[in-house]
Each structure stands twice: as C-alpha cells, then as structure tokens.
C-alpha cells in the first residue's frame, strides 16, 4: 500500500497486550493514530485492545512476533508497514524481568532479560528505521526504567538492560538527528501493572514509603508522556531520558 502525507500516522507499540503497551497503544489510537499492537504469548488480551481501539473509532492491527529474535521482529515491523503503507512511531515496550540476586542468577535469566529489553529494542529500530529515513520523519520512544539510572538489588539483569537501553538511545538519537527523527527514552518507576502487582504486599508498602508522591504511577501517566514526546510539539527534544515516578529518585 503507497501512503499519502496526509494520511493518519501510524505507531507500531511492542508488547501492547497488556499493561503499559496497551494503554499507550489506546492512548495514542485516541489522537488519531493508527497502531500496531504488538504481543508475543497473549493474544486474547492483544485482541481485546484491537477490538477496543476500533470500537472507539480508531484503527488498529493485531501483530503476533516475538521482538527478541530476528526474523519475527522484522516481520513485525514489515506487517505494520504493509498494512498502512507507513510507519511514523516505534515504541519500545516490550519487557520481561527475571529478579534474583546475583549469585542466585543463571546464564537464562541474564539472556531472556537482555534479549526481550534490550536486543528486541534493537532488532525493532533498525528495521523501523530505513522507514523513518525515507519519510525523513518518525518519532522512537524507548521503554527503560528508573532502576536503569538508580540500579536495583535482585534485579542486575533488567537494570543492565534498562541502562543498555539508554545508551541505545542517546547514540542512535545523534546517528539520526539530522534526519528529522527522535528518539527518547522515559524512565518509570513503580507503576501498577502486572509488574508491581506481582509483589509481595510488604514489599509493596516498603516501596510506597520511599515514593515522594505516595503513590504508584498509574500506565496512564507513562502513555501521556509517549503522546507528548509523539507530537509536533517535540520535535527539537532528542536523545533525553525523562523519568516518571513520583519523585523516587529526583
Ligand atoms: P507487563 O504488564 O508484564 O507487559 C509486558 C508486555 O511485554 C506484554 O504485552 C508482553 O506480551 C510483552 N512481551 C514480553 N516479551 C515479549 C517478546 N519477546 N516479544 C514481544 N512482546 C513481549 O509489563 P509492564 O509493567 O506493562 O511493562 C512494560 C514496559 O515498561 C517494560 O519494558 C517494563 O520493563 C517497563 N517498566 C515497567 C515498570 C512498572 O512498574 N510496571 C516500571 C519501569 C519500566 P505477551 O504477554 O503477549 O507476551
């Protein structure tokens, strides 16, 4: 399919099944753009939030691939591209965590961590991103987390990964400034998804007494901020990680 300019913009977002990835994949159908909602094992719930997209007037389509290998993760990003002719926006946010304290960590545990965070995030933008070049536009936003600034025990893996991800980030935001695409990354804190919710109900409350704002972050918070770094008006911010997460590590 050949697109036209006008036509709308189209997001492909990883890991949209659930979670942070579905309410941005709404959030960002609600402004008007068409998405590509990505997952890898729940296809019940993925169909849900195409259906709910489409239910509330927006365009969305149903993308089942596993970001952390090669071939499903260019066929992600191609059935995105086929289908609209276009694609506009990548969000990274596709993720796994695998906690254990170091000594405890196996080989699997480092490597399935490292592949869906961090290689997935490559594999994507560097199929994504001959697209962008050629439309001389496109927005990436990468899904990190605070605990890629801070470090966390137990989880030396996915702050590892989550730092990767920053790096990724700033080096190829300067590789492709000149070409009119951005590329960001947010850091989250606690944020109530299946994530958090998976924690024991002390840890939990340990958690909640070292948040300035004495809450858990909400997905929505995390989607507003992907719509702000999507839209015209941030077109000169690149390379920037911007963190949210009730002033946990300000
Ligand atoms: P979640 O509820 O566990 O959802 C994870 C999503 O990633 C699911 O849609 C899952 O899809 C997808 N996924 C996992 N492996 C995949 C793979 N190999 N290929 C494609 N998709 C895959 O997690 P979440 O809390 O929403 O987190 C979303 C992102 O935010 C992650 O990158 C996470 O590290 C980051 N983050 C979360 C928090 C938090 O507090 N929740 C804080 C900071 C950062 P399937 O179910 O279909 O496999």
Same mark, same amino acid.
């Given at each position: 399919?050949?697109?036209?300019?006008?036509?709308?913009?189209?997001?492909?977002?990883?890991?949209?099944?659930?979670?942070?990835?579905?309410?941005?994949?709404?959030?960002?159908?609600?402004?008007?753009?068409?998405?590509?909602?990505?997952?890898?094992?729940?296809?019940?719930?993925?169909?849900?939030? @195409?259906?709910?997209?489409?239910?509330?007037?927006?365009?969305?389509?149903?993308?089942?691939?596993?970001?952390?290998?090669?071939?499903?993760?260019?066929?992600?990003?191609?059935?995105?591209?086929?289908?609209?002719?276009?694609?506009?926006?990548?969000?990274?946010?596709?993720?796994?965590?695998?906690?254990?304290?170091?000594?405890?960590?196996?080989?699997?545990?480092?490597?399935?961590?490292?592949?869906?965070?961090?290689?997935?995030?490559?594999?994507?933008?560097?199929?994504?991103?001959?697209?962008?070049?050629?439309?001389?536009?496109?927005?990436?936003?990468?899904?990190?987390?605070? @605990?890629?600034?801070?470090?966390?025990?137990?989880?030396?893996?996915?702050?590892?990964?989550?730092?990767?991800?920053?790096?990724?980030?700033?080096?190829?935001?300067?590789?492709?400034?000149?070409?009119?695409?951005?590329?960001?990354?947010?850091?989250?804190?606690?944020?109530?998804?299946?994530?958090?919710?998976?924690?024991?109900?002390?840890?939990?409350?340990?958690?909640?007494?070292?948040?300035?704002?004495?809450?858990?972050?909400?997905?929505?918070?995390?989607?507003?901020?992907?719509?702000?770094?999507?839209?015209?008006?941030?077109?000169?911010?690149?390379?920037?990680?911007?963190?949210?997460?009730?002033?946990?590590?300000?």
């Amino acid at each position: 399919m050949t697109a036209a300019d006008s036509d709308p913009q189209v997001a492909l977002v990883t890991g949209a099944s659930r979670g942070i990835g579905a309410v941005i994949a709404c959030r960002l159908a609600q402004a008007g753009i068409r998405v590509g909602v990505n997952f890898h094992s729940s296809e019940k719930a993925a169909r849900q939030v @195409v259906n709910d997209i489409i239910a509330t007037g927006g365009e969305a389509l149903l993308i089942e691939g596993d970001v952390s290998l090669e071939e499903p993760a260019a066929a992600v990003v191609k059935q995105a591209f086929d289908r609209w002719g276009r694609i506009d926006i990548l969000v990274n946010n596709a993720g796994i965590h695998r906690d254990r304290l170091l000594v405890r960590m196996g080989s699997d545990d480092w490597d399935q961590v490292m592949d869906v965070n961090l290689k997935g995030a490559f594999l994507c933008t560097k199929y994504v991103m001959p697209h962008l070049i050629r439309q001389r536009a496109g927005r990436i936003v990468n899904i990190s987390s605070v @605990v890629g600034l801070s470090g966390n025990p137990g989880q030396a893996n996915y702050a590892a990964a989550k730092a990767g991800l920053i790096g990724f980030t700033k080096s190829v935001a300067r590789e492709v400034a000149s070409r009119n695409i951005t590329v960001n990354a947010l850091a989250p804190g606690y944020i109530t998804t299946g994530m958090v919710e998976d924690l024991p109900e002390e840890t939990q409350k340990q958690i909640l007494s070292r948040i300035p704002m004495g809450r858990f972050g909400a997905a929505e918070d995390v989607a507003q901020a992907v719509q702000f770094l999507c839209s015209e008006g941030a077109g000169y911010i690149t390379g920037q990680v911007l963190t949210i997460d009730g002033g946990l590590i300000a």
